[in-house]
């Protein structure tokens, strides 16, 4: 599929986001950026190419020099009237050419450029060697903060496709779980997250009983029965920006011990959340839910870092983890999303996407918090 992201993005957008990664690279010491197809090549001028080709699609950014995106020529018209195209220079190659040759004129012969994370192997192996002096780095590795700040019109957009997750909520909350397969209930919530908007629905798990425990166990044939906690957490793009929630629901009436890990679960959730602000270091999020769990004697029980980013993808930089010392930044997005998994019994998982405001933090989610009971 072909096209653009959807508005409010203007070329003037667009223009601002590429002069952006072009000083972000410089001030990096890099030479220059080489974007393929994918979520940072949308991000930065609206294209998104055919999902399946292998021809040579490469956006080439280079300080002191224009943009240039090179294109198959069958695939020039459809660049063209991408919203960023204005900002560009389109360079088209013909099959039967090499594409390479359209590229590495552009590029530095002995520079270090950096390389957006899904580019093809056979693509960057094929510039090296036409250019055997460059080298090479993942964009993750060279600029892990390019996408993290969001503007308004992006956090917008977040912001409702944070709306349409919790709408799925509220409603996946009223089906039948008992006596249905954990795939059942996946698939409801994947309707859901289309009925309210989703274009793409990335992950739907449905975690019942002792398959809570293991946080990315998505969904199976097990049977959901009465007395099961049941960890649903959902997600995917609405006009292309993420949705990530977690809430866990018990098939009827809970134990004391069930409650009293989802209290503490909640509890570390708040406490994350309570961390942000702009200046605090990213582990202080991770840190502070942790501690948490961890006074309350379950910190062997919780298994994964804190939180993630969400943007145009579902997972990206920054990362709530002890060690990642990156200060946060009003309009940063990352999800808040603590657990206790307890091995052959049961897992809680709470989760809501946070952006930072210039005095602490926002929740992008507001379903309820605390234990539901369902049916």
Excluded at 42 to 54: D, I, N, R
Excluded at 126 to 131: G, I, N, R
Excluded at 183 to 210: E, M, N, Y
Aim: proline share 7%; aromatic share 6%.
């Amino acid at each position: 599929m072909t096209g653009s992201t959807p508005a409010p993005f203007t070329v003037d957008d667009y223009r601002a986001r590429m002069e952006r990664a072009v000083r972000a690279a410089d001030e990096a010491g890099l030479a220059g950026l080489l974007v393929a197809p994918g979520p940072d090549l949308v991000w930065l001028t609206g294209y998104a190419p055919p999902a399946v080709t292998e021809r040579l699609t490469l956006l080439v950014l280079v300080p002191g020099r224009d943009p240039v995106l090179v294109v198959p020529t069958l695939e020039a018209p459809d660049a063209a009237e991408s919203a960023g195209a204005p900002a560009l220079t389109l360079r088209d190659w013909t099959d039967g050419k090499d594409p390479y040759a359209a590229a590495t004129g552009l590029l530095d012969a002995g520079g270090r450029f950096g390389v957006s994370d899904n580019a093809w192997a056979m693509h960057l192996l094929a510039l090296q060697k036409a250019l055997p002096d460059s080298s090479y780095a993942s964009l993750t590795e060279a600029l892990p903060m390019l996408r993290a700040v969001k503007d308004a019109a992006e956090l917008e957009l977040m912001a409702a496709a944070g709306a349409a997750a919790d709408a799925t909520f509220e409603e996946i909350r009223k089906v039948p779980f008992a006596g249905r397969r954990e795939s059942d209930v996946g698939a409801d919530l994947a309707d859901l997250l289309r009925r309210f908007g989703h274009s793409q629905v990335d992950f739907t798990i449905v975690a019942s009983g002792p398959n809570g425990a293991n946080p990315h166990h998505e969904v199976g044939d097990r049977v959901i029965q009465d007395g099961d906690m049941v960890v649903l957490d959902f997600g995917g793009l609405k006009d292309g920006y993420g949705s990530d929630t977690s809430r866990t629901v018990h098939v009827g009436e809970p134990t004391d011990e069930e409650r009293r890990v989802h209290d503490l679960v909640r509890a570390a959730q708040e406490a994350g959340f309570r961390a942000v602000r702009p200046g605090v270091a990213c582990q202080e999020v991770d840190r502070a839910a942790r501690a948490v769990i961890a006074d309350a004697g379950y910190g062997e029980y919780f298994i994964h870092r804190t939180g993630h980013g969400i943007g145009v993808t579902t997972h990206e930089p920054p990362y709530m983890i002890e060690g990642e010392e990156q200060p946060l930044v009003p309009g940063m997005c990352f999800s808040v999303e603590p657990g206790v998994y307890l091995p052959g019994r049961f897992g809680v998982r709470i989760e809501d996407i946070v952006t930072v405001t210039e005095d602490g933090g926002r929740r992008l989610n507001d379903t309820t918090r605390d234990l539901v009971i369902v049916g």
